[in-house]
């Protein structure tokens, strides 16, 4: 798992916890950093060393790495994707940017909300032996043999577990509509979160 990775499913499981419905609104930059996931009281579950350490795991998420979130205006998340790439980045950016909101992705948000035994945040136990200087490196664990089982649908809204097996019109949980929308243009099967069709690029409008 990776450190943005890891961010991203306490951020999600913290607001969860704490105010659902604002799970696939636009959150502003400092709410994020001061109030949802604080690093002094977040910062053993992180695994990490130092406030500049999440810093630059904050930048990465809110540069779109990995397709866990956007961030609006664009020019500013493409600021913070070319500060990234930068040999030192200064992170900085993050402070004179704090009118910046980042929405989370839908399905990424369902997944984090989706228990999984590999998402576990415990440190991971790559080392073993006593000795100082004389460690050595673990045998990898199989794989387990049966088969990964297909993931539970969930709400596009708030993230809610919808009954399997049959016809969903509707979220039992916030009331939202489950129904694929279609693009304008052309009439192919689009996301809710998407803002243009791959099939034609037409813009489409939001949920």
């Known amino acids: 798992m990776t450190d943005v990775e890891r961010f991203f499913i306490l951020?999600?499981?913290n607001l969860a916890g704490t105010d659902p419905a604002r799970l696939h609104q636009p959150l502003p930059?400092?709410?994020?950093?001061?109030?949802?996931?604080?690093?002094?009281?977040?910062?053993?579950?992180?695994q990490l060393e130092s406030s500049e350490d999440y810093e630059l795991v904050l930048?990465?998420?809110?540069a779109g790495e990995a397709g866990f979130a956007t961030t609006e205006p664009?020019?500013?998340?493409?600021?913070?994707?070319?500060e990234l790439r930068?040999?030192?980045?200064?992170?900085?950016?993050?402070?004179?940017?704090e009118k910046a909101v980042v929405t989370l992705e839908a399905s990424r948000v369902a997944e984090a909300l989706?228990?999984?035994?590999?998402?576990?945040?415990?440190?991971?136990?790559?080392?073993?032996?006593t000795t100082?200087?004389?460690?050595?490196?673990?045998?990898?664990?199989?794989?387990?043999?049966?088969?990964?089982?297909?993931?539970?649908?969930?709400c596009t809204r708030c993230g809610g577990l919808l009954p399997a097996g049959r016809a969903v019109n509707f979220c039992p949980h916030c009331g939202r509509k489950q129904a694929h929308r279609r693009c304008p243009a052309c009439a192919s099967e689009v996301e809710p979160s998407w803002r243009h069709c791959v099939t034609c690029g037409a813009?489409?409008?939001?949920n």
Not at 59 to 62: A, G, H
Not at 114 to 129: C, E, L, M, Y
Not at 138 to 147: F, L, R, S
Not at 203 to 206: E, K, L, T
Request: charge should be positive.
């Open 11 to 13: 951020l999600v499981r």
């Open 59 to 62: 930048l990465q998420l809110c």
């Open 86 to 97: 930068s040999t030192n980045p200064d992170l900085s950016i993050l402070h004179r940017h």
């Open 29 to 46: 930059l400092p709410y994020i950093r001061d109030s949802i996931i604080p690093y002094r009281a977040n910062r053993r579950a992180l």
């Open 74 to 82: 664009e020019e500013v998340r493409v600021l913070f994707a070319g």
């Open 203 to 206: 813009h489409v409008s939001g």
């Open 132 to 154: 100082p200087g004389l460690e050595t490196e673990a045998p990898p664990k199989p794989a387990p043999a049966e088969p990964h089982p297909e993931a539970a649908p969930h």
């Open 114 to 129: 989706d228990p999984k035994p590999h998402r576990s945040f415990a440190p991971p136990a790559d080392r073993v032996g």
